[in-house]
């Protein structure tokens, strides 16, 4: 049953702006049928829906979004059929591939394929490729898009099998003379560009099936890539991405001192009719697509597709109006609000990186401009930089030496990985992030950092295995941010001043003091003081490591089955 209530700060806090937050009260929708009087245990088993609007409103709020967007000036000047080959970039608000798709044709053909080498294994570790979460996340995408895009008078063609097949064999049924796509930079995507030029290649096209009335001969469909996925546009960089700064502050300041942020794109309120389709297939479910479906029963259960995406802007920005605390609030651990929650929607590319910045601009003319307000930019530039220097760097991003070619010795005790992949490690803050990622496809950006520093530095375990873990669960899994943030973590990035240890006793006393993240995660520990839920002793679990500096527990109670070791590395 649903129902609303309000959590105390008691059994849900941000604990370092708990009393900025709490004198405003964050209303959560939370789905349970506990009572409003036994917060505890209904914050240790809460789901929290992101975005918390109910469907209503969040319709609305798209409605509205759309009809801001929507271009009265937009002129169509193409002929015959276009495709638009539908990839991480699964809206349609500031979708240029779909705008040149409509500007260029008569008829526009969206297509999605469920290619299915994303439901294989991971590369080296034989993960699943996608986990189930990230499936139902992509699932509810598809759903939204394909909703949207009726509201413009077109569809969404569900297909199955590789792009590289379907593209050209449509392209050839439909005499598309183009299929526009957005541009990906990691190895597996740009393959799949290639088979799909390839085979477009070889389809002919009669003379009246292109888009100029001058030709005479047979043709080939074109692939047009554009690119799309960030705020900065590769074409506006103030240098050649070979030339990429390796250190991200500099390629920031340059970024922002020589290059402005493109708007976002404006389509027209109508973009049909689409060319005749027999059959425009159904949206899969994840045991379709070979998976186990999951359920989150605790945790953030996000809401997947651009309607949720837009709404949870206007909620974190306007309706709760925290974008100006970002910066206080963002190495929070627990709930929905300490940080905006924009990865998944912006890896599936059902929000884009454009509209963000708009927002931002906007709000701070209508409400107030300050540290934070400019921090939520700051961070989307690092999602720009790892997309960029994942070019400059081709696939050494994903060799264990990274892009800086380290060499180091790497365990792969699969044991041992498994107690820190299913948070069995003896440390409750370790556990409790692994448990979230598990059980939500999410962890919070401190989560994240310290997981990684455990696995590298405390485990010494190679860095790839956790990448991969990350990959399979993560529901904003992107190449770039994933593997950039795990070289960086693994001190094989391009930037070598990246090395670093976190040493999780400092980590658990300032973002975790009163163990709030680590009861939630790890409900034994709720009965303990809230001082030693994350210094349990005996009470817990035994650590199956030592760790690297000093000793493990400020209570100096621990047991480990190891003696402790010391290494030259900066400790945070
Ligand atoms: C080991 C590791 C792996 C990661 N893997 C991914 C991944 O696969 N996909 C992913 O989107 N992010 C990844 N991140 C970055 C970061 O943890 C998430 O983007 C962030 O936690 C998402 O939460 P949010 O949207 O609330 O972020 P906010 O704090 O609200 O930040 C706003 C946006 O800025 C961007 N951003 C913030 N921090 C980073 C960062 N360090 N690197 C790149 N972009 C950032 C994200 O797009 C984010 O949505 C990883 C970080 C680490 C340390």
């Given at each position: ?68 967007y929507s271009s009265n000036t937009a002129k169509r000047n ?21 705008f040149?798709?409509?500007v ?161 794109i404006r389509l027209p309120t ?303």
């Amino acid at each position: 049953m649903a129902v609303n209530i309000i959590l105390p700060p008691s059994s849900l806090s941000l604990w370092h702006t708990k009393k900025l937050i709490y004198s405003t009260q964050i209303r959560f929708r939370i789905m349970s049928s506990a009572s409003k009087s036994q917060p505890q245990s209904v914050a240790s088993s809460a789901v929290y829906q992101v975005p918390g609007l109910d469907s209503h409103e969040m319709d609305s709020t798209a409605d509205k979004t759309f009809e801001r967007y929507s271009s009265n000036t937009a002129k169509r000047n193409g002929k015959g059929v276009s495709i638009v080959w539908f990839r991480n970039d699964l809206r349609v608000l500031d979708n240029e591939a779909l705008f040149k798709a409509w500007v260029s044709s008569q008829a526009v053909l969206p297509v999605y394929c469920i290619d299915p080498r994303l439901f294989q294994t991971t590369y080296y570790f034989g993960f699943p490729k996608t986990g189930a979460l990230r499936a139902q996340f992509i699932i509810e995408c598809l759903a939204d898009l394909k909703k949207k895009l009726m509201k413009k008078g077109l569809n969404l063609l569900i297909q199955h099998g590789k792009p590289e097949d379907i593209l050209p064999s449509l392209a050839k049924a439909f005499g598309a003379h183009t299929v526009y796509a957005h541009k990906e930079t990691c190895s597996e995507e740009l393959q799949v560009e290639r088979s799909v030029a390839r085979g477009l290649r070889q389809v002919e096209l009669s003379p009246a099936q292109g888009n100029s009335s001058r030709s005479s001969s047979t043709h080939s469909p074109k692939l047009q890539l554009i690119w799309g996925s960030t705020l900065y546009h590769l074409d506006d960089l103030p240098f050649s991405v070979g030339s990429l700064p390796d250190v991200y502050t500099q390629f920031r300041k340059s970024a922002e001192a020589k290059c402005t942020i493109r708007g976002c794109i404006r389509l027209p309120t109508s973009l049909g009719p689409p060319p005749s389709v027999d059959d425009w297939g159904i949206i899969p479910s994840v045991e379709q697509l070979g998976l186990h479906s999951e359920k989150v029963v605790k945790g953030m259960r996000f809401l997947g597709g651009e309607t949720a995406a837009l709404s949870r802007v206007t909620e974190y920005f306007w309706n709760k109006d925290l974008l100006k605390i970002y910066k206080e609030t963002r190495n929070g651990m627990l709930g929905p609000d300490y940080s905006t929650k924009f990865s998944p929607w912006l890896a599936s590319g059902s929000l884009s990186p454009r509209f963000i910045y708009e927002e931002v601009k906007r709000y701070e003319k209508e409400r107030l401009a300050n540290d934070s307000t400019y921090w939520v930019l700051f961070e989307l530039i690092w999602r720009d930089y790892f997309r960029f220097i994942s070019i400059k760097y081709g696939n050494s991003f994903f060799h264990l030496g990274g892009p800086r070619k380290v060499e180091k010795r790497w365990h792969q005790d699969q044991k041992l990985f498994e107690t820190w992949r299913n948070g069995c490690t003896g440390y409750p803050l370790i556990d409790a992030n692994m448990k979230e990622l598990s059980a939500s496809g999410f962890m919070s950006n401190r989560g994240r950092q310290i997981v990684c520093s455990f696995l590298v530095r405390d485990m010494g375990i190679n860095w790839r295995m956790g990448a991969e873990w990350f990959e399979t669960c993560l529901l904003d899994y992107d190449p770039c941010s994933n593997y950039g943030n795990w070289t960086y973590g693994a001190g094989v990035g391009n930037d070598p001043r990246e090395d670093r240890y976190f040493s999780i006793p400092k980590q658990a006393q300032t973002y975790d003091p009163d163990g709030e993240h680590v009861a939630f995660w790890v409900p034994e520990l709720l009965t303990l003081p809230k001082e030693r839920r994350n210094f349990p002793g005996k009470s817990y679990i035994e650590q199956v490591v030592p760790l690297k500096f000093g000793s493990s527990n400020k209570h100096h109670s621990q047991r480990s089955k190891y003696g402790g070791r010391h290494s030259g590395l900066r400790n945070r």
